[in-house]
């Protein structure tokens, strides 16, 4: 990595992926039905946004989604919003690598697109789900990530992708996102990055996954929504 990239003061542009609000986090369906499923998605997302653009280093945020709804809430907190065309279907679904190819593609050209109006920043893909993260576990992160190249931070299941970082200009993003994505992404070059970041590596997907991040903490954003629904220990109502 050349010395004068790193002389340059950090700066991050944040690209963050949403699916289709009614393809969002199916396997909740056990907990929410599919209009509370919806509200919890877009408030997950309200406090993933509210901390990464916080962040001082952070200089842009933009979500890439299909969805109207993603795309009115991004733009009312200040992100910028890049427009993916594939809509959820059998030909976008994940192949039997678990690889999906149209949010993945989406991901690729939104940071090319980032790249060539914004020269010399560090590029990060974050899941939209997060909502124990904090400021200081994501800049710990990404000032670990710009000791070189690209990296990744595995989830709290050692199996998926909680971020991916292309810290040099030379270097593509390169995402590789679905089922197992961790495998891919270190397959690919990138390094692990280690760090107690729990609620950066907390992506919630399951009623089990809800529980940890709320024994973390969550947003206000998800707490508002999960108190309105009554749900505030999910795993008790399966247990009911």
């Known amino acids: 990595m050349s010395t004068a990239t790193r002389s340059v003061a950090p700066?991050?542009?944040?690209?963050?992926?949403?699916?289709?609000?009614?393809?969002?986090?199916?396997?909740?369906?056990?907990?929410?039905?599919?209009?509370?499923?919806?509200?919890?998605?877009?408030?997950?997302?309200?406090?993933?946004?509210?901390?990464?653009?916080?962040?001082?280093?952070?200089?842009?945020?933009?979500?890439?989604?299909?969805?109207?709804?993603?795309?009115?809430?991004?733009?009312?907190?200040g992100a910028n919003v890049y427009a993916d065309p594939t809509p959820v279907d059998a030909?976008?679904?994940?192949?039997?690598?678990?690889?999906?190819?149209?949010?993945?593609?989406?991901?690729?050209?939104?940071?090319?697109?980032?790249?060539?109006?914004?020269?010399?920043?560090?590029?990060?893909?974050?899941?939209?789900?997060?909502?124990?993260?904090?400021?200081?576990?994501?800049?710990?992160?990404?000032a670990a990530a710009r000791t070189g190249g690209r990296s990744v931070v595995v989830d709290h299941h050692g199996t998926g992708t909680a971020a991916l970082f292309s810290c040099d200009p030379a270097i593509p993003l390169d995402p590789r996102f679905g089922p197992g994505s961790a495998k891919r992404h270190l397959d690919s070059g990138a390094r692990p990055l280690d760090g107690h970041w729990p609620g950066l590596r907390t992506d919630v997907d399951t009623a089990d996954d809800l529980d940890a991040a709320q024994a973390l903490g969550v947003g206000p954003a998800t707490r508002a929504a999960l108190d309105a629904l009554e749900h505030t220990a999910p795993s008790r109502c399966g247990n009911e």
């Open 91 to 142: 030909e976008n679904l994940p192949d039997e690598g678990g690889t999906e190819h149209g949010l993945n593609a989406a991901l690729a050209a939104a940071a090319e697109h980032v790249r060539r109006n914004e020269s010399g920043v560090d590029v990060v893909a974050l899941q939209a789900d997060l909502p124990s993260l904090r400021g200081g576990e994501f800049g710990e992160a990404l």
């Open 11 to 77: 700066r991050a542009h944040v690209l963050v992926a949403v699916k289709e609000l009614h393809a969002a986090k199916t396997r909740l369906s056990g907990v929410f039905d599919t209009d509370d499923r919806t509200g919890l998605v877009l408030s997950m997302l309200r406090d993933t946004l509210a901390v990464v653009s916080d962040v001082a280093t952070v200089v842009g945020v933009t979500v890439v989604t299909p969805d109207p709804a993603v795309a009115r809430l991004a733009r009312s907190v």
